[in-house]
């Protein structure tokens, strides 16, 4: 990440000069095609390059509009990609239009035209690395409702109707899930999806996905999602192969075991 601090000191959202408890991240993207930082992170240090159209965000109210957010991820002049944190992290800002304002972070990524997926993958990566340091730093769990979008703040009525950023991340393969996914690997957690305990009479697709992980290993298993003898020996083997209690049942440690090796 390339990270720099430029703050937003004549916005009238700088000026109330207030704090708030941190409780999540928002991720934004701007709606408009114009991926230099330029365009909203103002004075030139630079780095950014001149605005010669006077519309960044650094005056009180940008565009008219009570707007502010504490970070834009962009291009630099030079065509570098950068972070720039505009407001204290744990200020109050303006840009989720709701309840989200007192509490969460909320950063903007500059859009392009959404098809450039070279920009895309960059400003993403840069995403996840500002979102794994605020995390660790403010001890955020990179998890839904903590880390959200725009518009998954509007679904838990807390932003206004904005579809940032899910017309634009599902065009490049990523969506909310992955970046949440991405942050939490960055940070090491070990990803345990949240597997049912499964034992003996179960049935359904998550017997399948088990039965599955274990003809992994060896075994042959018909994956029919029914949780019978034959998987529950199965299953007892593989627990006394990998040094897991030997009860031919699937519990969290299990499914840790059977999730992890087969990476
Ligand atoms: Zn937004």
Not at 89 to 117: Q, R, V
Not at 163 to 175: E, I, Q, R
Not at 200 to 218: E, I
Request: with cysteine.
């Amino acid at each position: 990440m390339n990270l720099q601090k430029l703050f937003l000191t004549q916005n009238e959202c700088y000026k109330e000069g207030t704090t708030m408890t941190l409780v999540g991240i928002m991720v934004h993207s701007t709606g408009a095609s114009n991926p230099n930082l330029k365009r909203y992170v103002n004075p030139d240090d630079g780095l950014l390059g001149h605005n010669p159209n006077n519309n960044h965000w650094n005056q009180p109210q940008p565009d008219n509009m009570k707007k502010c957010v504490h970070a834009f991820i962009g291009k630099l002049a030079n065509g570098d990609i950068a972070t720039y944190q505009t407001l204290p992290w744990d200020m109050p800002g303006w840009h989720a239009g709701g309840s989200a304002n007192n509490g969460y972070i909320g950063f903007e990524i500059c859009e392009d035209n959404l098809t450039d997926k070279t920009y895309f993958d960059a400003v993403y990566q840069e995403a996840v690395e500002l979102t794994t340091m605020l995390c660790e730093q403010y001890n955020i769990k990179p998890e839904y409702p903590a880390v959200i979008c725009h518009s998954e703040g509007k679904s838990l009525n807390i932003a206004s109707n904005h579809t940032d950023v899910m017309h634009w991340f599902p065009k490049h393969n990523k969506s909310m899930d992955t970046f949440r996914a991405d942050v939490a690997k960055a940070m090491g957690y070990v990803t345990v999806p949240n597997y049912p305990l499964l034992k003996r009479g179960d049935k359904g697709d998550a017997v399948k996905t088990m039965q599955s992980k274990l003809n992994d290993f060896g075994y042959n298993l018909t994956i029919d999602g029914d949780f019978g003898p034959a998987t529950e020996t199965a299953l007892k083997d593989y627990q006394q192969q990998n040094g897991l209690t030997v009860d031919g049942i699937c519990g969290p440690n299990t499914w840790s075991a059977l999730n992890n090796q087969d990476e």
